[in-house]
T-cell receptor, first 113, second 114 residues
Framework: GQQLNQSPQSMFIQEGEDVSMNCTSSSIFNTWLWYKQDPGEGPVLLIALYKAGELTSNGRLTAQFGITRKDSFLNISASIPSDVGIYFCAGRKGSGNTGKLIFGQGTTLQVKP | EADIYQTPRYLVIGTGKKITLECSQTMGHDKMYWYQQDPGMELHLIHYSYGVNSTEKGDLSSESTVSRIRTEHFPLTLESARPSHTSQYLC?????????????FGPGTRLTVT
């Protein structure tokens, strides 16, 4: 079936460093979303992207909808310990009332103070 | 802030028992979803609903069933729990229309079947 390839699988960085992760697919998506999940909790929506080429920021987070519509990336600047968690990308093929989300495998981020 | 609730948060139950996982949202969203997630792994859609009296199976086959009698309530039932059902179950909801891709998740129910 359709699949999103998310990389890297895990990252261990020093506090203050910038982080970059991405999601790719062989299929075209009309919507890309990025979520963060803390242990034992549900995913929390960080950023939603709806147009190819769109670049959107949310505080220290910046995400882009790839121009080919087959990829997206998420950057975190100046990481802090509370950035620790699992980051998931999700893509949706339909628009309007149609289309379900497909999730990537997640990127586990650990931040060393 | 998303207002979507799941109970119980944790459940340990013996094989063969019937269980119902509750999910409620107060945002008036038409669409609701159930996902299954093993620890640290990706989410797999098992059921979804686009409105009252509408339910569909998701991409991952599941022995569970769902119902949608009220807009705000989307319970999931396992008639006879088995150890293979041990997992985290996440409920989500979204608006209809242009923003329907933005799904908001509950805190999840971690189910252990012994």
């Amino acid at each position: 079936g359709q699949q999103l390839n998310q990389s890297p699988q895990s990252m261990f960085i020093q506090e203050g460093e910038d982080v970059s992760m991405n999601c790719t697919s062989s299929s075209i998506f009309n919507t890309w979303l990025w979520y963060k999940q803390d242990p034992g909790e549900g995913p929390v929506l960080l950023i939603a992207l709806y147009k190819a080429g769109e670049l959107t920021s949310n505080g220290r987070l910046t995400a882009q909808f790839g121009i080919t519509r087959k990829d997206s990336f998420l950057n975190i600047s100046a990481s802090i310990p509370s950035d620790v968690g699992i980051y998931f990308c999700a893509g949706r093929k339909g628009s309007g009332n149609t289309g379900k989300l497909i999730f990537g495998q997640g990127t586990t981020l650990q931040v060393k103070p | 802030e998303a207002d979507i609730y799941q109970t119980p948060r944790y459940l340990v139950i013996g094989t063969g028992k019937k269980i119902t996982l509750e999910c409620s949202q107060t945002m008036g969203h038409d669409k609701m979803y159930w996902y299954q997630q093993d620890p640290g792994m990706e989410l797999h859609l098992i059921h979804y609903s686009y409105g009252v009296n509408s339910t569909e199976k998701g991409d991952l086959s599941s022995e569970s069933t769902v119902s949608r009698i009220r807009t705000e309530h989307f319970p999931l039932t396992l008639e006879s729990a088995r150890p293979s059902h041990t997992s985290q179950y996440l409920c989500a909801s979204s608006e209809s229309g242009a923003l329907s891709g933005e799904q908001y998740f509950g805190p999840g129910t971690r189910l252990t079947v012994t």
